[in-house]
């Protein structure tokens, strides 16, 4: 099973500041990475696919980077409804899985 | 616009089978995609349970392999979970969500349903 590693656990950003949160993987999973944003009470988000593709929908300010085992979320200027939690999940190989998540909060 | 629905039982016994089913608006579930349930218990992570592609052949996590079946309905458009012997740990949010696949591959879980709460207690 491949491990997905995020970091941090919680982020403590201000608006208008750069977050970057790290997923890392256990073993070379290419490019086949997503990630998806929650908040409370909602359903997650498709947010980013194959490591760095922005889904429909998603501002700009959103960025993805990185493959084989080491990739990177961006988001360039928080804005007041990016407060949330985000998950990466790996789609390289059964059983599929996800990252433990990183929440960012208000600093 | 595709949407999905969860439907199901807010409280299970322990012991007893859960059963959900997903109604898909919108979008055949015959078309060439993945369909599959995650869960979240309260205050934790997300779990992927299982994907069945369109054409019925499934995929589950080794976690409760044994205990689940994923199947389709297109007469209905929609597909179901099944998960047996549950215990308190199975009490979760669970979502059904389209998985995307091309050229023998799966890729990102694209649309996801509101996501239904159950609860495993006597």
């Known amino acids: 099973e491949i491990v997905l590693t995020q970091s941090p656990a919680t982020l403590s950003v201000s608006p208008g500041e750069r977050a970057t949160l790290s997923c890392r993987a256990s073993?070379?999973?290419?490019?086949?990475l997503a990630w998806y944003q929650q908040k409370p009470g909602q359903a997650p988000r498709l947010l980013m696919c194959?490591?760095?593709t922005r889904a429909t929908g998603i501002p700009a300010r959103f960025s993805g980077s990185g493959s084989g085992t080491e990739f990177t979320l961006t988001i360039s200027s928080l804005q007041s409804e990016d407060f949330a939690l985000y998950y990466c999940?790996?789609?390289?190989?059964?059983?599929?899985?996800f990252g433990g998540g990183t929440k960012v909060e208000i600093k | 616009q595709v949407q999905l629905q969860e439907s199901g039982p807010g409280l299970v016994k322990p012991s007893e089978t859960l059963s959900l089913t997903c109604h898909v608006a919108g979008y055949s579930i015959s078309s060439s995609c993945f369909w599959a349930w995650i869960r979240q218990p309260p205050e934790k992570g997300l779990e992927w349970i299982g994907s069945?592609?369109?054409?019925?052949?499934?995929y589950y996590n080794p976690s409760v392999k044994s205990r689940s079946t994923i199947s389709l309905d297109t007469s209905k458009n929609q597909f179901s979970l099944i998960l047996s012997s549950v215990t308190a740990a199975d009490t979760a949010d669970y979502y059904c969500v389209r998985q995307k696949y091309s050229s023998g591959r799966v890729f990102e879980f694209d649309i996801w349903g509101q996501g239904t709460m159950v609860t495993v207690s006597p």
């Open positions: 069945v592609s369109h054409t019925g052949s499934a």
């Open positions: 073993q070379s999973i290419s490019s086949y």
């Open positions: 999940q790996q789609h390289n190989d059964w059983p599929l899985t």
């Open positions: 194959d490591a760095s």
